[in-house]
């Protein structure tokens, strides 16, 4: 395992690191790991620790702990008895946390293992990927509990499967499995339960081969270009595009193809 810098004991994640990926565990597996205000902040303290180890982590791996879960929800047993301010506060904090994800220069996966509702498909769809397992279940199911989605649902939900499938999914508040997940668009490839860490990895493995310069830039241009008029984020590719050619990933990745040899890139 990778020593990680700033890193601290956490009572409701896991952060571990090894071979430049970084896996964060939500384990709370009693409650489902269900999101709390507790958990909230240390996923995003967990997220500072990666950031801040950005040279010897290069791909993000995010699951849950156990078999049943993902991450089922926020906790309703908090929630509860929460004025409009308090659900204010939880709102922001999750935010705060899952802006975090976005703005990392390392690739990010998720790593879906069952239930992945409410905050749980929030969380998941914060991430670059969705891995998911044959047996998880996703869904939105806050208008069940009188409330609708608050951690980012109604907007990275419809970013992913568009307007009318997101409106049908919240407003029924059902779930749909692994399959229709992936014909969607929520998910971005389907494994067996007992190989999805190892997808996870092989896929954090073979990103990691390739320029993570360029990789981290495809990654931002993607993000901040998406919602743009499309001639002004064609105009943002061809500066991105441009950039790459001032580092030494470009010098190396295409003397390596002309020379027929597996690239060594320094930005790695």
Not at 230 to 243: H, N, P, R, S, Y
């Amino acid at each position: 395992m990778t020593e990680l810098t700033g890193t601290k004991d956490f009572q409701n994640v896991l952060l571990e690191a090894k071979d430049g990926i970084a896996t964060l565990t939500i384990n709370r597996p009693k409650s489902l790991n269900a999101l709390n205000s507790d958990t909230l902040t240390e996923i995003g303290e967990a997220l500072d620790v990666v950031k801040t180890n950005e040279d010897s982590v290069k791909v993000l791996i995010i699951t849950g702990s156990g078999e049943k879960a993902f991450v089922a929800g926020a906790d309703i047993s908090q929630m509860r008895d929460m004025n409009s301010i308090e659900a204010a506060e939880l709102s922001k904090l999750a935010h705060n946390s899952f802006g975090k994800i976005e703005n990392l220069k390392q690739f990010t996966i998720a790593a879906v293992n069952g239930y992945c509702l409410g905050g749980g498909l929030e969380l998941a769809s914060s991430c670059d990927i969705r891995i998911v397992s044959e047996k998880a279940k996703f869904g939105q199911p806050e208008v069940t509990l009188g409330i609708v989605p608050g951690f980012g649902g109604t907007q990275r939900l419809t970013r992913l499967v568009g307007r009318g499938k997101a409106k049908e999914m919240i407003a029924t508040g059902t779930m749909i499995d692994a399959k229709e997940a992936y014909r969607v668009g929520i998910a971005d490839e389907v494994a067996a339960p007992e190989e999805l860490i190892n997808k996870a990895t092989e896929i954090a493995q073979t990103i990691m081969k390739n320029g993570l310069i360029a990789v981290g830039m495809a990654k931002y241009v993607i993000d901040r270009a998406a919602d743009l008029p499309l001639d002004t984020a064609i105009d943002f590719e061809t500066q991105m595009w441009a950039q790459t050619f001032a580092t030494e990933d470009q010098t190396e990745g295409m003397t390596a193809f002309l020379e027929k040899r597996h690239a060594n890139f320094p930005g790695k």
